[in-house]
């Protein structure tokens, strides 16, 4: 007698004898005789043994599963070890390498931990049919970003700083946090800004990875949405370079008087004139500089992790300095909420929203964006959703449905033809005129 594998349902597809077999599956008998089913004339002492077999099928099964669910090998335990072993290899990784802020090594990571997590579930190929387009549109920003260098636009250096005073009667809100809030060491809650601006390198892509798993449908939708706010931002901040507020702080009118792009004293610890543009600081604690600084990699030091605060610095050296007209950060966390509002329960749309908030307050303080550049961010992603809501009420939405109905209709005809088969020579009755 066959023992059937390990997972597979016992229950019988339909139409299926009691004694079909799959030929796929390999029948054990005693020792000594001869298999039964496609693996006749072997003798079983040439095959793995019985207690390797299982194991060795399920391995082999979670390299390429059918597509139906149905038809799936229950693999959880198989899943369940290669997600502890890719989580093992991050806890590794992060020792060894730290945290993986870089895009395109965490999307290799992210894209490992994915396989693991689709097996039994999904095909591997999928990973790279729908991860693949995604990484390397996304490298192609990273490799044009610069091109504000070739196109050479004058920086604005005073437009976000008017339109704040304007907003805000007369006050800069970067200078007022910073004069209120920042003291000559970092405080504990620095940390959590810090935490808060390095996750936007993680948060988006860990919840694309999430929606992927769940639904590709959305998660499409979502990378859609992701690439024309990055690139969109990529057109806005080089047809209009704007200065971030460090960099005005270190800057005096003279300087830059012709709207240059990339001054000597942007590398200067500390303005001419202590404060640059925005002007000194009135500290609410002595002991603070007196005036605005670059300091979102601060709250790396209070932990005692020079390591990521010199990372950090050292990204933010090689990034274009003058790329804050419209904010990416406040732009893609932004999106982040409103694509994940009506996908989520009141919790979820609390933190989403919180988050983008969160994300705003930390670009302020930090002195990394003006409220201006948010603003900015935040109405980019509000377009760019408004235009995927648009398209996909007018155009997939109806799409998908049509496809659907004509399958339905396919299938009806199917079914009436085979049953027409079934039984061709039936002795069909009229019913005679009266």
């Known amino acids: 007698m066959g023992f059937p594998r390990p997972g597979r349902s016992t229950e019988r597809g339909e139409g299926q004898k009691p004694d079909d ?12 005789q001869p298999l039964s089913g496609p693996e006749s004339g072997r003798e079983a002492s040439e095959v793995d043994p019985p207690e390797m077999a299982p194991v060795l099928e399920d391995l082999a099964a979670a390299a390429e599963m059918e597509a139906e669910p149905e038809n799936r090998r ?9 997600v502890t ?11 060894l390498e730290g945290l993986a802020f870089d895009r395109t090594r965490l999307i290799i990571l992210m894209c490992l931990g994915l396989a693991a997590a689709s097996i039994g579930r999904r095909r591997f190929i999928t990973i790279i049919l729908d991860w693949a387009p995604f990484a390397l549109i996304l490298i192609l920003y990273d490799w044009t970003r610069n091109i504000a260098q070739v196109v050479g636009m004058p920086t604005h250096w005073n437009l976000a700083i008017d339109f704040d005073a304007f907003l805000f009667g007369g006050i800069t809100p970067t200078a007022w946090l910073q004069e209120n809030l920042k003291q000559a060491s970092p405080p504990w809650w620095e940390v959590i800004v810090s935490v808060v601006y390095m996750s936007y390198f993680i948060i988006p892509y860990a919840v694309a990875a999430w929606l992927w798993l769940k639904d590709r449908a959305a998660w499409r939708r979502y990378a859609a949405c992701f690439v024309a706010t990055t690139f969109l931002a990529l057109v806005g901040y080089t047809l209009v370079p704007g200065a971030p507020p460090w960099a005005a702080a270190r800057c005096t009118a003279a300087e830059v008087q012709d709207y240059p792009r990339d001054p000597i004293c ?3 610890p500390v303005a001419k004139e202590p404060g640059g543009l925005l002007g000194p600081l009135d500290n609410a604690h002595p002991d603070a500089e007196p005036y605005v600084e670059r300091i979102s990699a601060r709250g790396w030091n209070y932990l005692n992790i020079h390591a990521a605060s010199n990372l950090v610095t050292l990204g933010q050296g090689k990034s274009n300095l003058v790329a804050a007209i419209p904010s990416l950060h406040a732009g893609l966390t932004m999106l982040l909420a409103l694509f994940m509002w009506p996908r989520v329960k009141a919790l979820a749309k609390t933190l989403f929203m919180g988050y983008a908030f969160a994300m705003a307050f930390a670009l302020v303080y930090t002195a990394e964006h003006y409220v201006f550049d948010i603003v900015l961010g935040w109405a980019l992603a509000a377009a760019v ?22 399958a339905e209709a396919a299938g ?14 039936a002795e069909k009755v009229s019913t005679p005129a009266s």
Request: hydrophobic share 45%; no cysteine; aromatic share 8%.
């Open 412 to 425: 009806s005809d199917a079914a009436g033809t085979e049953s027409e088969r079934e039984d061709p020579d």
């Open 385 to 406: 959703i408004a235009v995927y809501q648009i398209v996909d009420r007018k155009y997939l939405i109806p799409r998908r449905k049509r496809l659907a109905a004509e």
């Open 85 to 95: 072993a890719w989580f093992v290899l991050m806890g590794v990784h992060i020792a």
């Open 74 to 82: 229950d693999l959880t335990m198989v899943r369940r070890i290669a």
């Open 266 to 268: 942007m590398y200067e």
């Open 21 to 32: 077999t799959n030929s796929a599956d390999v029948m054990l008998s005693k020792p000594g």
